[in-house]
């Protein structure tokens, strides 16, 4: 990595998002996230009473913790609709989530897909935790997160492993899992518990893919906009081809003003979808600063999620082309010779490129008014 950027890097930097918006055009987007988000915000309530029930369900659902519950179903308007929208502000600023920002480090978030377990069992045990999370040097963001970190822990498995899943929330408003990867009944298995409470489910995954995860209390846009999403890496039975195998999670963040040195997700903000930065992995232009390095000669697999809340992303490696795409489960439907595939919010897929030529090669958003925003990163080919 040089000193200086490349002509071509400093063109795409430039202006990068780090404008303040106008405070009027933001009013008037959020006047209409208001109204929608009045009744959305219902299942944030603190201690709603939103917590884990006692149900056993008929998925290999069962929830831990004493106290006697209702079952409740996060996605559900009928069920948001008990509770309380007065109880909860707009915006992601719990009390866990904004204190000790002072002590949240900087850290790039490590792109390499970690390797299989020789277990086919994989026991998963996080913890939902509202903590501040510094996202670069300058900012540091009240997160809600799986296990502190924004996205949450990358997950490796293959077909047919078995995943059993535990979530104990420690935060202050009720949190929950939706693994993409899993065909289940999410009414039991993906339903919200309180603070103190768990929820445990066990899933095998059929198909091979990057699946996206996150928690899907209501309102789903605040809680994957604050921070709770992360990227399940299903490989298949048949290993594919040997590759240098990278992660990237591609999200929006909409942030409120810095109180006490922490920035809020703003709920509002995310309704009006303009969001301030985008990142891969949690970090905007984090792979601009530290890139991910590979020697020529290697194949560069890159599993890429598009978590949202709301945006795709277009992904493109600048100076070179991808020899195949995935667009069902690898290595099922190839596409040859691919500039730029589109991976959807909630979506992901799998990239494959040589790398035959020495260079730094920017791999963006192709969507350059979400690229320049922090969504970029060199491939060096050293
Ligand atoms: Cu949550």
New binding site residues.
């Given amino acids: 990595m040089p000193d200086t950027p490349t002509p071509l890097l400093s063109d795409l930097l430039t202006r990068s998002g780090h404008e303040p918006r106008s405070r009027r055009a933001f009013l008037g987007q959020a006047s209409l996230g208001l109204v929608i988000g009045g009744t959305a915000l219902a299942g944030c309530s603190p201690g709603g009473g939103a917590g884990g029930d006692s149900a056993r369900g008929a998925a290999g659902a069962t929830a831990a913790g004493d106290a006697p519950q209702q079952p409740f179903n996060a996605n559900s308007k009928l069920d948001t609709a008990l509770h309380d929208p007065a109880a909860h502000g707009a915006s992601s600023a719990t009390p866990g989530a904004t204190q000790g920002a002072q002590a949240a480090a900087y850290r790039r978030y490590d792109p390499a897909l970690p390797p299989l377990s020789s277990e086919r069992t994989l026991r998963l045990h996080w913890r939902?935790q509202e903590v501040p999370v510094r996202i670069s040097r300058e900012t540091v963001v009240a997160g809600?997160t799986f296990e502190g970190d924004i996205p949450g822990p990358i997950v490796h498995c293959r077909v047919g492993d078995t995943v059993e899943f535990t979530l104990t929330n420690e935060?202050a408003?009720?949190?929950?899992m939706d693994f993409h990867a899993a065909q289940i009944d999410p009414k039991v298995a993906f339903r919200s518990v309180a603070r103190g409470q768990s929820v445990t489910f066990t899933f095998q995954p059929k198909w091979a893919g990057a699946f996206m995860y996150h928690?899907g209390?209501a309102p789903v846009l605040m809680?994957i906009g604050?921070g709770?999403y992360g990227a399940l890496i299903v490989s298949p039975q048949e290993p594919l081809v040997a590759a240098k195998e990278f992660v990237l999670v591609q999200s929006e963040f909409y942030l409120g003003d810095a109180a006490g040195g922490v920035r809020p997700f703003d709920y509002n903000k995310m309704l009006s979808t303009l969001p301030d930065y985008l990142a891969f992995n949690g970090r905007p232009n984090q792979y601009v600063d530290e890139p991910i390095r590979v020697a020529v000669g290697d194949r560069v697999r890159f599993w890429v999620v598009s978590a949202g809340p709301t945006h795709p992303t277009h992904f493109h490696v600048v100076g070179e082309q991808f020899d195949t795409m995935y667009l069902g489960a690898p290595p099922g439907s190839p596409i040859r010779g691919v500039q730029t595939w589109s991976v959807p919010a909630g979506g992901g897929m799998c990239f494959e490129l040589v790398c035959d030529i020495a260079g730094e090669f920017p791999f963006v958003n192709h969507g350059f008014g979400h690229g320049q925003k922090g969504a970029i990163g060199f491939l060096v080919v050293e």
């Fill in positions: 939902a809600w935060g408003v009720p949190h929950s928690c209390t809680h604050s709770m």
